[in-house]
T-cell receptor, first 116, second 115 residues
Framework: GAGVSQTPSNKVTEKGKYVELRCDPI?????LYWYRQSLGQGPEFLIY????????DSGLPNDRFFAVRPEGSVSTLKIQRTERGDSAVYLC??????????????FGQGTRLTVV | AQSVTQLDSHVSVSEGTPVLLRCNYS??????LFWYVQHPNKGLQLLLK??????LVKGINGFEAEFKKSETSFHLTKPSAHMSDAAEYFC?????????????FGTGTRLTIIP
């Protein structure tokens, strides 16, 4: 596609439910990142994939959060037993081979998750 | 750990006047620094980046930023504001974590343009 696509654009769920957020990166980009942006804050790093493997998952807040990228393209961020504090905009970015200095990363428009 | 501090949460300027968005960084070594812009309902867009080459970096839409090591600053400027510049701006530092690079964002500055 022309850019990074994230679906859904908005998701409202009840506390305790399970949600999946999808990211379609730019075709051919091997690096994929998930960030979370809470209201009034800058985005915070969650996880980084290089190909199919999670190269750095140090930003995942707890074990309710999990992400996969089984074929090295589309990624899914999964949140179990959602809490109201999980409400935020979840951003995905992809870059050609990884990193932000040597190559540009492109961000999607995000999924706004609201837990009620 | 590296970090950035954006000194103003909100900045308002009149159309046609200069823009200054301030950013200070903290780093134990020479950092790579970025400015990203976020328009409402749009994805984050890279404005410019500093990677230890020229200290004055020119970006898109007439923006530029100067890396000043002595002041640990990376302020964003534009000579003449346009209505389309109204957006949220993030100062960002690149951080290496176990050999993997990731971005650390500041808290953002909301720029309002007064007609």
């Amino acid at each position: 596609g022309a850019g990074v696509s994230q679906t859904p654009s908005n998701k409202v769920t009840e506390k305790g439910k399970y949600v999946e957020l999808r990211c379609d990166p730019i075709s051919g980009h091997t690096a994929l990142y998930w960030y979370r942006q809470s209201l009034g804050q800058g985005p915070e790093f969650l996880i980084y994939f290089q190909g199919t493997g999670a190269a750095d998952d140090s930003g995942l807040p707890n074990d309710r959060f999990f992400a996969v990228r089984p074929e090295g393209s589309v990624s899914t961020l999964k949140i179990q037993r959602t809490e109201r504090g999980d409400s935020a905009v979840y951003l995905c970015a992809s870059s050609l081979w990884g990193g932000f200095v040597g190559t540009e990363a492109f961000f999607g428009q995000g999924t706004r998750l609201t837990v009620v | 750990a590296q970090s950035v501090t954006q000194l103003d949460s909100h900045v308002s300027v009149s159309e046609g006047t200069p823009v200054l968005l301030r950013c200070n960084y903290s780093s134990s070594y020479s950092p790579s620094l970025f400015w990203y812009v976020q328009h409402p309902n749009k994805g984050l867009q890279l404005l410019l980046k500093y990677t230890s080459a020229a200290t004055l970096v020119k970006g898109i839409n007439g923006f530029e930023a100067e890396f000043k090591k002595s002041e640990t600053s990376f302020h964003l400027t534009k000579p003449s504001a346009h209505m389309s510049d109204a957006a949220e701006y993030f100062c960002v530092v690149s951080q290496l974590n176990f050999g993997n690079e990731k971005l650390t964002f500041g808290t953002g500055t909301r720029l309002t343009i007064i007609p």
